[in-house]
């Protein structure tokens, strides 16, 4: 079983949709979450963190976390065509290994006009 | 301008041939990791360093070194590279390795041949 959890997608988007991303861990001391933004043949960026359950909005971005079910997902509300990438669900592992951060696979969005 | 550099941003090289790759950040990061990236395998974490001198193994260590004599470089050595190396590399670095973003290079297309 992988440590962090994706859909591969490609999850497809009309303009204007929210698109919804979820991902699960199974690290469950974790604590530190975040979500990065991929695009083709580029380097990832930070778009979110998330320490604490509930939600966290920055602008058109939504994240969510429950520690309980062990779920983090992120909403894109009004998705644009330069939403379409790959985003990639980092979780920080607890314990001995505090320092290592697990990334899964990765969900493709694409958002058609 | 903050950034984090790779070098070289592509190699092909053939099997058994030690090779470096370096990285650098001015940021003045504590934390520094290198990562590899596959198609449908996400972002795998390789060997990270805490601080001068500290360094731990990520999920998929084995064939690499890394150091950390300076704050600012982290280079990632294959002693003997093997085509299962082939792979796209990135290095990436922040302030502490918990609650900070991580900002990541450009990434380095190695090819074993």
Not at chain 1, 18 to 45: H, M, V
Not at chain 2, 43 to 57: A, C, G, P
Not at chain 2, 89 to 108: E, I, K, L, V
């Amino acid at each position: 079983q992988k440590e962090v959890e994706q859909n591969s997608g490609p999850l497809s988007v009309p303009e204007g949709a929210i698109a919804s991303l979820n991902c699960t861990y199974s690290d469950r001391g974790s604590q530190s979450f975040f979500w990065y933004r991929q695009y083709s043949g580029k380097s990832p960026e930070l778009i979110m963190s998330i320490y604490s359950n509930g939600d966290k909005e920055d602008g058109r971005f939504t994240a969510q976390l429950n520690k309980a079910s062990q779920y983090v997902s992120l909403l894109i509300r009004d998705s644009q065509p330069s939403d379409s990438a790959t985003y990639l669900c980092a979780v920080k592992m607890s314990g001995g290994s505090w320092g290592k951060l697990q990334f899964g696979a990765g969900t493709q969005v694409v958002v058609t006009p | 301008e903050a950034q984090v550099t790779q070098n070289p941003r592509y190699l092909i090289t053939v099997t058994g041939k030690k090779l470096t790759v370096t990285c650098s950040q001015n940021m003045n990061h504590e934390y520094m990791s290198w990562y590899r990236q596959d198609p449908g395998l996400g972002l795998r974490q390789i060997y990270y360093s805490m601080n001068v001198e500290v360094t731990d193994k990520g999920d998929v260590p084995e064939g690499y070194k890394v150091s950390r004599k300076e704050k600012r470089n982290f280079p990632l050595i294959l002693e003997s590279p093997s085509p299962n190396q082939t792979s796209l590399y990135f290095c990436a670095s922040s302030g502490r390795s918990g609650t900070d973003t991580q900002y990541f290079g450009p990434g380095t297309r190695l090819t074993v041949l």
